[in-house]
T-cell receptor, first 114, second 115 residues
Framework: DQQVKQNSPSLSVQEGRISILNCDYT??????FLWYKKYPAEGPTFLIS?????DKNEDGRFTVFLNKSAKHLSLHIVPSQPGDSAVYFC?????????????FGKGTKLSVKP | DTGVSQNPRHKITKRGQNVTFRCDPI?????LYWYRQTLGQGPEFLTY????????KSRLLSDRFSAERPKGSFSTLEIQRTEQGDSAMYLC?????????????FGEGSRLTVL
């Protein structure tokens, strides 16, 4: 049973437009939600996170929104740049007191076209 | 600034052989994690150390898998009697001790191919 789901395997947007990546989760005990970005042949790199007690967190071009009632979060990238092309993973932590276990979705491959 | 270092980057082995991967975390990080990633999937948690203590293990970590962090610095992940299903990218990550916000620093991974 997947606790973190990214239902869109891929997304293509035009440079300068908004990219919206979506993520759903099933466990209401998660404390933090995170987005990681991964380029080919590299490990994932942390992008942005949000605590479960907040509904929005912004860092430059990246904003994460959390809707706890819908168990849904999204990552907005505005404006999108070709260098944003990567696989984006949604992850959740803190389920039931677990401190080391990040639960990842399957990822969404974002392509930003010039 | 030195990031998380993993060796070897790629290992090809025959079924039944043993393999060992090494991870050197960021020096001031107390926590060290091992994840596994297969094609089309996100990373899956295997195990986690705080200093030299192994605090959590996933049920994915079968008896053939063993991880150590003897001096609280580098870590090794050994897979005995490898099977084709063990073929994956093995990712190591580290973090500071502190609030569990989940921000991990990942290495580039060690890719295992079992023939």
């Amino acid at each position: 049973d997947q606790q973190v789901k990214q239902n869109s395997p891929s997304l293509s947007v035009q440079e300068g437009r908004i990219s919206i990546l979506n993520c759903d989760y099933t466990n209401s005990m998660f404390d933090y939600f995170l987005w990681y970005k991964k380029y080919p042949a590299e490990g994932p790199t942390f992008l942005i996170s949000i605590s479960s007690i907040k509904d929005k967190n912004e860092d430059g071009r990246f904003t994460v929104f959390l809707n706890k009632s819908a168990k849904h979060l999204s990552l907005h990238i505005v404006p999108s740049q070709p260098g944003d092309s990567a696989v984006y993973f949604c992850a959740a932590s803190g389920s039931g007191g677990s401190q080391g276990n990040l639960i990842f979705g399957k990822g969404t491959k974002l392509s930003v076209k010039p | 600034d030195t990031g998380v270092s993993q060796n070897p980057r790629h290992k090809i082995t025959k079924r039944g052989q043993n393999v060992t991967f090494r991870c050197d975390p960021i020096s001031e990080h107390n926590r060290l994690y091992w994840y596994r990633q297969t094609l089309g999937q996100g990373p899956e948690f295997l195990t986690y150390f705080q200093n030299e203590a192994q605090l959590e293990k996933s049920r994915l970590l079968s008896d053939r898998f063993s991880a150590e962090r003897p001096k609280g610095s580098f870590s090794t992940l050994e897979i005995q009697r490898t099977e084709q299903g063990d073929s994956a990218m093995y990712l190591c990550a580290s973090s500071r001790q502190g609030p569990d916000t989940g921000e991990l620093f990942f290495g580039e991974g060690s890719r295992l191919t079992v023939l």
